[in-house]
């Protein structure tokens, strides 16, 4: 079993992977995708970087997607991570499963918070810019404790696009 040092997380590339989010995600150990892929291949290309898990979103329509599940458990070490698109339909008490942390996308906003001892994070959207929000993945260190979020902003704000 390889042992992960790095997780990356994106979400939201709605069929655009960017060059940057792709160098943003080098040296990850294991991708996980919260949802909202929009093309197979974006998963084709993460998989050229790490193994990748990944679950369905709300645009994620059609036969390709079909095989990608709407919840995931990963293990990384010792700790489960819990991996749904949007937040609003968790199913489950993360503290009575044995989660240490909750991994979505859908608000295209960036975010991390720890509550009960679980640790929630958005790595935003990776996809087309959406209103003024951030274009971003993130990056976490399963070692480190308490975990640490690190958010890359892949396309300067004044850029647009």
């Keep these: 079993m390889r042992t992960i040092q790095m997780i990356g997380l994106i979400s939201d590339t709605h069929g655009l992977l960017r060059p940057e989010a792709l160098r943003a995600l080098e040296g990850s150990d294991l991708i996980i995708h919260a949802g909202d892929v929009g093309d197979p291949r974006i998963l084709e290309?993460?998989?050229?970087?790490?193994?990748?898990v990944a679950v369905r979103g709300n645009v994620d329509a059609g036969a390709w997607s079909a095989d990608l599940p709407e919840t995931a458990v990963v293990q990384a070490g010792s700790a489960l991570i819990y991996v749904l698109h949007d937040i609003g339909k968790l199913d489950l008490n993360p503290t009575a499963a044995g989660i240490a942390m909750v991994v979505s996308g859908h608000s295209h906003k960036p975010s991390h918070e720890e509550?009960?001892?679980?640790?929630?994070?958005?790595?935003?959207?990776?996809?087309?810019?959406?209103?003024?929000?951030?274009?971003?993945?993130a990056r976490i260190d399963p070692h480190q404790r308490p975990w640490q979020v690190e958010f890359v902003?892949?396309?300067?704000?004044?850029?647009?696009?």
């Design 45 to 52: 290309e993460l998989r050229r970087l790490a193994p990748v």
């Design 115 to 137: 509550r009960d001892g679980i640790l929630y994070v958005n790595p935003g959207a990776a996809g087309p810019r959406r209103f003024n929000l951030p274009v971003t993945i």
């Design 153 to 161: 902003e892949l396309v300067p704000r004044r850029e647009g696009k």
